[in-house]
């Protein structure tokens, strides 16, 4: 699947960011029918989202629907699956069972709109407590999960502290649902979003603390902020060159029975070549450099 180095959030309800947003180069937009979404006008939000998502080709969107515990996720979904988005983001997700009902009742949904089976995505949003003790099982529990997205402000809220500049707070869960991610077999994860979103620095910093723990991109609230993830998230044209250096070295010394090469004064293994073959597959799946 496409790596997301960004999926940009806009309030379904607000047309004018909406275009913006689909304008824009967010790898992905996230179309938001939950907490940007007043209580009065989610019933109309799902209705604009509808009748939005069926004319935009190519682009990747989700829809981030209301979570298992109110009473509009069967709305969402029956409304919006037969528009075909990229994808639903679930939030709140707490167990391995929230996904397989989501994943039920979208594949019922699919089969009545002449979908093929499995087609439409699935991002598990986890953010409380719960989620991240569970998030293995989340990331294992359905074939047409993407990844898990991890939001820290309303997890900073379940366990009851605050989102800090610095986000010690958040280092157990975002290293966490790293691990369980691969446990489950879906793809890196996403971070959150950065809400103070004209301080340009911090993001950029956050950006390389999450990218180096292992995720695949970060959520953005503001167009602001798509350019300086892009450029966190994206392989430098040397690393791709020396990515390819490696991967050529070892293939020719692996060929006369070495498997534990020199190039410029750093060992080359197996890990490593390995290490290389993902990086240039990362590249061919988001086509970025930077
Ligand atoms: N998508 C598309 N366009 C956006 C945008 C977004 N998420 N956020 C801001 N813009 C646009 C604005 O409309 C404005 O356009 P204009 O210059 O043509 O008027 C421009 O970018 C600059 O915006 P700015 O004035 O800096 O911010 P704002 O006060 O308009 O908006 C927020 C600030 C936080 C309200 C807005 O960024 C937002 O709604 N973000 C998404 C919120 C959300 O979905 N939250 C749920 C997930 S946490
Ligand atoms: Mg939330």
């Not at 603390?209 to 966190?232: A, S, T």
């Amino acid at each position: 699947m496409k790596n997301y180095r960004s999926m940009l959030f806009v309030p379904a309800t607000d047309s004018g960011k909406i275009n913006k947003a689909l304008a824009s180069n967010a790898d992905c937009v996230i179309l938001d029918l939950e907490d940007s979404v007043a209580l009065s006008e989610k019933k109309t939000a799902q209705v604009v989202v509808k009748n939005l998502l069926r004319d935009q080709g190519n682009r990747h969107i989700y829809v981030r629907v209301n979570s298992i515990d109110t009473p509009f996720l069967f709305g969402d979904l029956t409304t919006i699956i037969p528009s075909r988005p990229t994808g639903i983001m679930l939030p709140k997700t707490e167990s391995a069972d929230h996904i397989k009902w989501v994943d039920w009742l979208m594949g019922q949904l699919e089969r009545e709109s002449g979908l093929p089976a499995g087609q439409i995505g699935l991002i598990a949003l986890i953010e409380t407590g719960c989620g991240v003790i569970q998030a293995a099982s989340i990331a294992g529990a359905s074939g047409r999960l993407k990844c898990i997205a991890f939001g820290a402000i309303d997890y900073t809220l379940d366990i009851g502290t605050k989102l800090s500049k610095e986000g010690h707070e958040l280092f157990y869960a975002r290293a966490h649902i790293v691990a369980a991610s691969r446990a489950g077999g879906c793809e890196q994860p996403i971070d959150t979003v950065y809400p103070n979103f004209r301080d340009a620095e911090g993001l950029k910093r956050e950006s390389e603390f999450v990218r180096n723990l292992g995720y695949q991109g970060k959520m953005v609230i503001h167009p602001g902020q798509i350019e300086i993830v892009h450029q966190v998230f994206s392989p430098t044209p040397d690393e791709i060159s020396y990515a390819r250096k490696v991967v050529q070295a070892f293939e020719t010394a692996e060929k006369q029975g070495i498997a534990s090469v020199n190039l410029d004064g750093k060992m080359i293994d197996y890990p490593v070549m390995k290490r290389a073959k993902q990086l240039l597959k990362n590249v061919d799946n988001g086509g970025v450099i930077k």
